[in-house]
């Protein structure tokens, strides 16, 4: 089992909704991030926080935005979608500190119709 | 430019074949080499973190070793579980500041054992 939880699993929504992506890690870790990934490719990075804090946003469309309410938890709020943004949608945590790896929930699916 | 690339893409192996997974590495500064395992529909599972070269670290059947331009992920003598896409990450320094770092993931290995 994960220790970093996403919430939900799959969503199916229309290019019309807004809908969120949850993630939650209680491992005391100060950086969270968001990566989206297609099937058969690496997963690419999206957003990171680092303590509380946006850090990096790599050019991500303003359909997409993250927000970081405390250091356990993790959003991605999802507005007027492409169904090019289908993909599995993978929230990640690490302790902040240097060369520490990240540790990956199982994803959420998302479909866009 | 940074770049990671992972060799072979696919590889199919008899159970109990032992065989080597390629990561090859060209980036400004390494600040660390990590080796996740991916199942279908699930997120990237941490395996190994290696620092510098001549480092090794080992885990059941992998061993994973670094040099100054790769790492290998040696597995030996694989069982059907150990199917899975076998990723490679690399922190590239961005800067003086360890938010200038880049994350770069290679392509992947996927990895097939027959029973």
């Known amino acids: 089992d994960t220790e970093v939880t996403q919430t939900p699993k799959h969503l199916v929504m229309g290019m019309t909704n807004k809908k969120s992506l949850k993630c939650e890690q209680h491992?005391?870790?100060?950086?969270m991030y968001w990566y989206k990934q297609k099937a058969k490719k690496p997963p690419e990075l999206m957003f990171v926080y680092s303590y509380e804090k946006l850090s990096i946003n790599e050019s991500v469309p303003s359909r997409f935005s993250p927000e970081c309410p405390n250091s356990s938890l993790l959003n991605l709020h999802l507005h007027a979608l492409q169904p090019e943004d289908s993909a599995l949608y993978l929230c990640?945590?690490?302790?902040?500190?240097?060369?520490?790896?990240?540790?990956f929930g199982d994803g959420t699916r998302l479909s866009i119709l | 430019e940074d770049q990671v690339t992972q060799s072979p893409e696919a590889l199919r192996l008899q159970e109990g074949e032992s065989s080597s997974l390629n990561c090859s590495y060209t980036v400004s500064g390494l600040r660390g080499l990590f080796w996740y395992r991916q199942d279908p529909g699930k997120g990237p599972e941490f395996l190994f973190t290696?620092?510098?070269a001549g480092e090794e670290k080992e885990k059941e059947r992998l061993k994973a070793t670094l040099t100054k331009k790769e790492s290998f992920l040696h597995i030996t003598a694989p069982k059907p579980e150990d199917s899975a896409t076998y990723l490679c990450a690399v922190q590239a320094a961005g800067g003086r500041m360890n938010r200038d770092d880049k994350i770069i993931f290679g392509k992947g290995t996927r990895l097939h054992i027959l029973p």
């Open positions: 491992m005391g870790h100060r950086a």
């Open positions: 290696l620092y510098s």
């Open positions: 990640a945590s690490s302790t902040g500190l240097l060369n520490q790896p990240q540790h």
